[in-house]
C-alpha cells in the first residue's frame, strides 16, 4: 500500500521488517528491490531481485523480476545485459506488454533497428489502446522515481524510444 502510494521510504522499512520475519518472502525481496530503485538506490536492485529469484524460481511474477533486472542494466547502459534480461521475462511472461517495449530501447540503443521495431510492434500488437503510443503517456504510467533514476530514464530508456521513432506527443 505504501509503495502505491509513492511512499517508498516507508515501504522500505516495511519490507525490511517483513523480511526480518520471514526470510524466504521472494515477494518481500522483490517489492523492496523495486523500492528502492524508485528512491535511487538502483545498485540494491539486482540483489534483491535476484534473491526473489532464487527463493521461488517458479514463482509467477518472475517475469516482472526478471524485467527489473534488464530495466536497471537498461538504466545503467548496460545493454548486452539488458536485453539478456529483457529477452528472459518476455519468455516467462509473453502476455506483459511493457516487456519488449523496454526491450525495443535496448535494442535501439545497440543499434538493432529491425529488432526494436519488431519488439514496438509486439508492445502494441498486447496492448493495442495501451499507452505505448508516445513517450507522454508512457512517463505518465511510469511509477515517479527519485530525480536520480529519473535522470537516468531519460538518458537510456527514452533516448532509446525516440531513436526508435516514438513521438513525444
Not at 526480518?20 to 538506490?41: P, T, W
Not at 489502446?129 to 511509477?143: C, E, F, K, M, Q
Not at 535522470?151 to 530508456?157: D, K, P, Q
Request: charge should be neutral; glycine fraction near 6%.
Amino acid at each position: 500500500m505504501l509503495r502505491a502510494q509513492g511512499r517508498y521510504e516507508e515501504a522500505i522499512a516495511e519490507y525490511e521488517t517483513v523480511i526480518s520475519l520471514d526470510r524466504n518472502s521472494a515477494q518481500a525481496y522483490a517489492h523492496l528491490g523495486r523500492s528502492k530503485l524508485l528512491v535511487g538506490s538502483i545498485e540494491e536492485t539486482i540483489p534483491l531481485q535476484e534473491q526473489a529469484i532464487r527463493l521461488s524460481p517458479r514463482d509467477p511474477n518472475i517475469g516482472t523480476w526478471y524485467w527489473r533486472i534488464g530495466l536497471v542494466d537498461l538504466l545503467q547502459s548496460r545493454t548486452d545485459e539488458a536485453i539478456f534480461w529483457l529477452k528472459k521475462a518476455r519468455n516467462a511472461a509473453p502476455g506483459l506488454p511493457y516487456v519488449p517495449f523496454y526491450l525495443a530501447s535496448a535494442y535501439t540503443l545497440k543499434g538493432e533497428g529491425e529488432l526494436a521495431a519488431a519488439a514496438l510492434a509486439e508492445t502494441r500488437w498486447l496492448n493495442p489502446d495501451g499507452p505505448y503510443s508516445s513517450i507522454a503517456r508512457v512517463r505518465a504510467r511510469v511509477l515517479s522515481p527519485a530525480s536520480s533514476v529519473a535522470a537516468l530514464y531519460e538518458s537510456t530508456f527514452y533516448a532509446g524510444l525516440r531513436k526508435a521513432g516514438m513521438p513525444e506527443e
